[in-house]
């Protein structure tokens, strides 16, 4: 059985959740003209970064391998609205609006398959940035001080800015992850729970972060009136997790799974939304490094057959079901590695540092990748569900 030693980087290094700052700077900065097509990685008069290669090599348990090609929906019944993670490398506390590699790559790693049946938007916004990030985690003298409602506003001002000039009335799926789910969190709060545009919401996918519910309930904790999603025919609910291998649960100092005296943790099962456990279907990237365009020989199984896409699908290794105990409610991912098997049994996706695996993160760089296919799934059974409403 073939092993990893290295860290297969399934996204850049930076899908990392926002830590606290010491400090927060307050800027009156110039609002984003969120009208300039520009302004936006991808909308369906710029789909730009949604329109990268997406094409998958499905690795099967004896080896063999089958290249599978991926096809917009130009005729989407509803839209997607995405707001990407802690992923830019600017030298300043919150980033500017160019978008560089890492925001194209985590476009593609998390959102452009969504292209299957949405419509698909992804605002450019000012985030706090991978520099200020790795700062504040380091402390003392090297702290930044980055402006916390900047981001959030320029979010805002695009959501607001959507439903004005695209949405028609259309069902919108919200998507998420780490720092995005943060912000889409507090935009769902404070701009869409008990307002119209609450009834136009299919879903809101907020991954890599923590959404409280009062224990033994569906909601009521960090939102009033959504619900967490139990089936795929469900719509106007939150689908939501962080995800942990099984071999590796969350320590007690853990960033994710952790409630507080009165709620738990959300977990609900992405792989397609079973009580108990399910198959996942991931799509892996196939990128070693940054700029690399394939795997070398011998990464994914005995024979060092080349894999010349972009993403890598490997069904029967991966499956999650959904934990709740003294460690947290979270995701528990298995990887079923068999000695038989001609394919690796080890995928990485753990935060690194200092060459150790840092057990509070859990499978963060990875959360949304574990689960791409069951979430593409999921959103077109909840876009006919809303369209049937």
């Not at 160019?98 to 049946?117: D, H, K, L």
């Amino acid at each position: 059985m073939l092993k990893l030693n290295k860290l297969h980087r399934s996204l850049l290094l930076s899908s990392m959740l926002v830590l606290p700052f010491t400090a927060s700077a307050q800027t009156s900065a110039t609002a984003i003209a969120y009208s300039d097509k520009d302004t936006w990685l991808c909308r369906p008069d710029n789909l730009n970064a949604c329109t990268a290669d997406l094409g998958t090599t499905i690795v099967a348990a004896d080896g063999s391998m089958t290249r599978e090609e991926f096809t917009h929906n130009p005729d989407a019944a509803i839209d997607c609205f995405y707001v990407y993670p802690t992923v830019s490398r600017d030298a300043t506390p919150n980033s500017d609006m160019n978008a560089g590699p890492e925001e194209m790559n985590v476009i593609s790693a998390q959102f452009a398959r969504m292209g299957s049946e949405c419509r698909l938007f992804a605002p450019l916004y000012r985030q706090i940035t991978l520099t200020a990030l790795r700062a504040n985690m380091a402390g003392g003298a090297q702290q930044m001080a980055a402006d916390r409602e900047l981001g959030y506003n320029d979010v805002v001002n695009a959501w607001n800015y959507y439903l004005a000039n695209h949405n028609q009335g259309r069902g919108v799926i919200l998507i998420g992850h780490s720092q995005g789910s943060g912000v889409l969190t507090r935009l769902i709060a404070s701009e869409i729970e008990g307002k119209p545009v609450q009834q136009q919401i299919v879903s809101a996918m907020l991954l890599g972060t923590n959404v409280q519910v009062p224990k033994n309930a569906l909601s009521g904790g960090t939102f009033k009136q959504l619900p967490l999603c139990q089936s795929g025919s469900e719509t106007g609910c939150v689908i939501a997790y962080a995800s942990f291998r099984s071999d590796i649960p969350p320590p007690q100092n853990s960033l994710f799974g952790r409630g507080t005296a009165d709620t738990v943790n959300a977990c609900t099962n992405p792989a397609l939304l079973a009580k108990g456990s399910n198959e996942l279907h991931a799509y892996l990237s196939n990128n070693t490094a940054e700029g690399a365009s394939s795997a070398p020989p011998g990464l994914w199984t005995d024979s060092g057959a080349a894999i010349d896409t972009p993403y890598v699908s490997v069904p029967g290794l991966l499956s999650a079901e959904c934990v709740s105990d003294d460690r947290g409610s979270y995701l528990e991912v298995t990887v079923h590695g068999n000695p038989a098997d001609s394919r690796t049994d080890v995928i990485s996706g753990d935060v690194m540092i200092n060459g150790e695996v840092n057990a509070g993160w859990g499978l963060h760089l990875i959360d949304v990748n574990l689960a791409m296919g069951d979430l593409v799934t999921i959103a077109g059974q909840q876009a006919k569900s809303w369209q049937n409403r």
